[in-house]
């Protein structure tokens, strides 16, 4: 049974540090991997999506990173802003029947403080 | 583009009441459909998922149940609510069958039961 982890739990960084989330996953055999972000009381947003043959992906100040073979992704945010204060998640896609499934780490809770 | 809808935003409904949570997706053709539910303080549990009119398989034995009764249309149903139903529920659709495509999630109804 896939399950993913999310550690830390929950972080608290000053504004401008660099930081780093990880997520892992028990089984590596994962078709893709997605960061998401969600605000309090909202729903799911998208941030970046890791093909299973890419080792990393980039969006502005986002930099995701996959390495399969050890189950393990990391979400690396630089110079972090009062706005990047929510909670992200990571889930792999697997393949389940003639469907494909979103299994979700726990999330990390961020605050970055001004 | 493809939007998806969800609603209501919130609810609150009394233990032993029916409920009907509705989801749908424009701009795209025979998609994947999950309904998630995300409890205080906890990751999402996938609860259902559909490939097609009329194909949902279960997650987890509850209260629940779902339904697709067009291709663009998921339904989160249940005949007597407990209070253990309370929680945020996320539906999200991605495209199939190409296995690399993204989720996509709508804002989620915030339910409670009382």
């Known amino acids: 049974k896939q399950e993913v982890t999310q550690i830390p739990a929950a972080l608290s960084v000053p504004e401008g540090e660099n930081l780093v989330l990880n997520c892992s996953f028990t089984d590596s055999a994962i078709y893709n991997l997605q960061w998401f972000r969600q605000d309090p009381g909202k729903g799911l947003t998208s941030l970046l999506l890791i093909q299973s043959s890419q080792r990393e992906q980039t969006s502005g100040r986002l930099n995701a990173s996959l390495d399969k073979s050890s189950g393990r992704s990391t979400l690396y945010i630089a110079a972090s802003q009062p706005g990047d204060s929510a909670t992200y998640l990571c889930?792999?896609?697997?393949?389940?029947?003639?469907?494909?499934?979103?299994?979700f780490g726990s999330g990390t809770r961020l605050l970055v403080r001004p | 583009s493809q939007t998806i809808h969800q609603w209501p935003a919130t609810l609150v409904q009394p233990v032993g009441s029916p409920l009907s949570l509705e989801c749908t997706v424009e701009g795209t053709s025979n998609p994947n459909l999950y309904w998630y539910r995300q409890a205080a303080g906890r990751g999402l549990q996938l609860l259902f998922y559909s490939v097609g009119i009329g194909q949902i398989s279960s997650e987890v034995p509850q209260n629940l149940s779902a339904s697709r009764p067009q291709d663009w249309q998921f339904i989160l149903s249940s005949k007597k609510l407990l209070l253990s139903d309370s929680g945020f529920y996320l539906c999200a659709w991605s495209s199939t069958p190409r296995v690399g495509d993204e989720a996509f999630f709508g804002q989620g109804t915030r339910l409670t039961v009382v």
């Open positions: 889930a792999v896609r697997l393949q389940m029947d003639s469907s494909y499934k979103l299994i």
